[in-house]
Structure formats: structure tokens, C-alpha cells
């Protein structure tokens, strides 16, 4: 049942990472609205849908499944119910949501600046990359904005799942293995364009060795989509102790979360899982090279960053998606960096910083026959 008018309406039409790192901005909404059944968010689809149930805020706010092919409709459909407040926090370099605004009769509307001619928010603010903000950081502003007063202090916080979640996890690993008595995680996958992103599969096979190795009571899971499963078998074909390391791909992200909660570490480099394990505070390895980590780096309580700090990190960006197509940042991180990372984290606990680092708009590897020759030097 809808509200005779909305008090927010959000647009969070992004993947997995960007609504995990909105969820602090929607913590903080549900503590200062008036109304939280008044608030409409509109994610990207029933798997980001699953998601914000999973966390809680389906039953506070209302949740829906933005449908791009009716764009156009809903102005029509929104204005029916006389927003005071819409915020597009993922509006960078995007026309459809300044041009929806514009359309849409509310009261305030806030989204980020454009310098392109085309309809603009009536309240907006530089991209995170002008002001140097992570963008958990970044949708909090847009918050701000709106009018909303908000405490930092309590909303950066890992998720509690509920039990019956936590149990579909437990008992879903029990049936991988009833003699384990301990898990961790790799989730080396990413979408094939973001593919420069991944950490090679070489070196989570190494790194399971020397993890399993050591310890006869653990097992190692390799998770990801039924779209990576060629990454996925090919971690555990890398891996010397393959009958201890399980490839899975669940259909439901709710039984990636409860997994990764009863994981004692994950690693993976920069995409949607490392967020999720951060979510649920599982210690947290994360890998960077093409990506700035205090750009888009997974929140998390317990964490390393692991990364070989080449001049020429970042290069992601808007407009240069696809990389190098020579992930030497990738590369120079060792499983025996990864490893002692490891050991570091669960014996000592304490998070490293998410460092802030600048785009110097390289397409290429600096000094790229120096550190190919190191690579090859190394093998």
C-alpha cells in the first residue's frame, strides 16, 4: 500500500558493491525519516531486491525493482504520490536520472553535478572523485543534503542476518563436509569486462595449498555466479588439495551472506562479494590494483589491503572500464603476501585503511618493460 505521499524516494539502480556501500545512507534515513513506510527505494533487481531484505529494510521501507524499460512512465507513476525529497546518488555520468527529476514534481531533489547540458538536480554537489570521498561517505553528503542531520558514528557497522539465514549457511557447508571445522572464502570472480580486476587464479591456488597445508581441519570454498564458473574450477584445478576445496555458485544472496558469515576470512579483490563479507564482518582480505580503494574499498571492521602500489594504480575510471589488459598491479600481489596477510589478520585482528589514492589517467603500465621483466624474473 503506498503512502498518500512519499517523504523519500531513492533511486539505487546499481549493482551489488554500490548498494552495499549505500546501505550506512539508508541505515541513517531509517533513524532520522518521520515515516519510514514513506520512503520508496528503487534498486536494480530482484537479486539487490533479496538484498535489502536480507539486511532488514524491507520492512521499514518499501522496496521495488526499478524497470528501465517503463522510465518513462514514471514521472507520472512518482508524482502521484508527491515526493518531498528525491536523492540519485548513483547519478554520475548517467542522463536518465537528472532527466527523471526534472519530470518527477518534488519537492527537493539532489543528485550530483553535471557539467553536460541536461536537466539538474535542484540541489547538488561534485562527484565523489572531485571530493575525494568514499562513496559510502559520498551518499551519506547526498543525505545531508536533503536535510537530514546524520551521526557517522553508528552506521558503518556490520549486519546481523537472521537465524534462519546464518543456519542455511551452516548446514549448507555441513553438507560440503562434515569432517571441516574450519572455512574460508576466495571469491576471485568479476564480470568479464572488469575481468583486469580479478587477482589471477594461479595465485588463489597457490595460496590454498599453503593455507590447507597448515591446517588439516580446514576446507576452502570458492564462490561466485554460475556466469564465473570457468574462474571458480579453474582456482580449484590451480590448488594442490582438491578434494578440500568446493566450487559453489548459490542462486540466492542471501546464501552468499550466511556463507561468508561462516567463513573465519574471505579473500577477493575489488567486486560485489567483497562487500558482502564485509557486510556480514568477516575478516576480509582485499586485493587492489586497477581500483581505488578509498574510492569504492569493501567497509569492513577487520581487514587487510593488499596491493604492489604501482605508480600507474588506479586507472579504472569512468570512460577506461575495460583496463590495461595487462593487470601487472594484479599480478605483483603474491599468495605469500596473501598469506602472511592471513595470518596477520586473524591473529591480530585491527583494519587497515581504505587509502585514498589519484587517478593519473595512465592506460598503460608505467615503466612496463622494468616490471614485465620483474614478472618474468619471478616465474
Known amino acids: 500500500?503506498?503512502?498518500?505521499?512519499?517523504?523519500?524516494?531513492?533511486?539505487?539502480?546499481?549493482?551489488?558493491?554500490?548498494?552495499?556501500?549505500?546501505?550506512?545512507?539508508?541505515?541513517?534515513?531509517?533513524e532520522k525519516c518521520t515515516d519510514p513506510s514513506a520512503v520508496l527505494v528503487l534498486v536494480k533487481c530482484k537479486t539487490t531486491h533479496r538484498l535489502l531484505e536480507v539486511a532488514g529494510f524491507s520492512k521499514y521501507f518499501q522496496v521495488r525493482v526499478f524497470n528501465r524499460k517503463l522510465a518513462i512512465f514514471y514521472p507520472l507513476i512518482l508524482s502521484l504520490g508527491r515526493p518531498k525529497t528525491l536523492i540519485a546518488p548513483q547519478a554520475c555520468g548517467d542522463w536518465r536520472m537528472p532527466f527523471l527529476s526534472a519530470f518527477i514534481t518534488a519537492d527537493n531533489s539532489v543528485g550530483p553535478a553535471t557539467e553536460r547540458n541536461w536537466p539538474s538536480f535542484k540541489k547538488t554537489i561534485p562527484d565523489h572523485d572531485r571530493l575525494e570521498l568514499h562513496k559510502s561517505d559520498y551518499y551519506i553528503s547526498m543525505l545531508e543534503l536533503a536535510g537530514y542531520r546524520v551521526s557517522k558514528t553508528k552506521i558503518k557497522k556490520s549486519i546481523q542476518l537472521p537465524l534462519e539465514t546464518l543456519l542455511q549457511g551452516q548446514i549448507f557447508l555441513?553438507?560440503?563436509?562434515?569432517?571441516?571445522?574450519?572455512?574460508?572464502?576466495?571469491?576471485?570472480g568479476s564480470t568479464e569486462r572488469e575481468k583486469h580486476k580479478r587477482w589471477p587464479e594461479q595465485n588463489y591456488g597457490r595460496l590454498s595449498t599453503m593455507l590447507l597445508r597448515d591446517n588439516p581441519n580446514l576446507n576452502i570454498i570458492v564462490i561466485g555466479s554460475t556466469s564465473?564458473?570457468?574462474?571458480?574450477?579453474?582456482?580449484?584445478?590451480?590448488?594442490?588439495?582438491?578434494?578440500?576445496?568446493?566450487?559453489?555458485?548459490?542462486?540466492?544472496?542471501?546464501?552468499?551472506?550466511?556463507?561468508?558469515?561462516?567463513?573465519?576470512?574471505?579473500?577477493?579483490?575489488?567486486?560485489?562479494?567483497?562487500?558482502?563479507?564485509?557486510?556480514?564482518?568477516?575478516?576480509?582480505?582485499?586485493?587492489?590494483?586497477?581500483?581505488?580503494?578509498?574510492?569504492?574499498?569493501?567497509?569492513?571492521?577487520?581487514?587487510?589491503?593488499?596491493?604492489?602500489?604501482?605508480?600507474?594504480?588506479?586507472?579504472?575510471?569512468?570512460?577506461?572500464?575495460?583496463?590495461?589488459?595487462?593487470?601487472?598491479?594484479?599480478?605483483?600481489?603474491?599468495?605469500?603476501?596473501?598469506?602472511?596477510?592471513?595470518?596477520?589478520?586473524?591473529?591480530?585482528?585491527?583494519?587497515?585503511?581504505?587509502?585514498?589514492?589519484?587517478?593519473?589517467?595512465?592506460?598503460?603500465?608505467?615503466?612496463?618493460?622494468?616490471?614485465?621483466?620483474?614478472?618474468?624474473?619471478?616465474?
Open 174 to 188: 555441513k553438507n560440503l563436509s562434515a569432517s571441516a571445522r574450519e572455512w574460508y572464502a576466495f571469491a576471485p
Open 1 to 30: 500500500m503506498w503512502p498518500k505521499r512519499w517523504e523519500v524516494v531513492i533511486f539505487l539502480h546499481h549493482g551489488i558493491g554500490d548498494l552495499v556501500m549505500a546501505i550506512p545512507m539508508l541505515t541513517a534515513l531509517l
Open 228 to 379: 564465473e564458473i570457468g574462474v571458480l574450477s579453474s582456482v580449484k584445478e590451480h590448488g594442490k588439495y582438491s578434494n578440500r576445496i568446493h566450487v559453489v555458485t548459490p542462486d540466492d544472496i542471501g546464501l552468499t551472506m550466511a556463507i561468508f558469515a561462516s567463513c573465519l576470512c574471505v579473500v577477493t579483490g575489488c567486486n560485489g562479494p567483497s562487500h558482502l563479507a564485509g557486510l556480514v564482518g568477516t575478516p576480509l582480505i582485499s586485493i587492489y590494483g586497477p581500483t581505488n580503494p578509498g574510492n569504492t574499498g569493501a567497509w569492513s571492521e577487520k581487514r587487510r589491503v593488499l596491493s604492489a602500489k604501482l605508480p600507474c594504480s588506479p586507472c579504472y575510471r569512468l570512460g577506461f572500464l575495460s583496463g590495461c589488459e595487462t593487470p601487472i598491479c594484479m599480478k605483483l600481489v603474491t599468495p605469500e603476501m596473501a598469506y602472511c596477510a592471513i595470518r596477520d589478520l586473524i591473529s591480530a585482528g585491527g583494519c587497515d585503511p581504505l587509502p585514498w589514492l589519484k587517478d593519473n589517467g595512465s592506460t598503460k603500465p608505467f615503466n612496463f618493460d622494468c616490471v614485465q621483466g620483474g614478472i618474468e624474473n619471478s616465474k
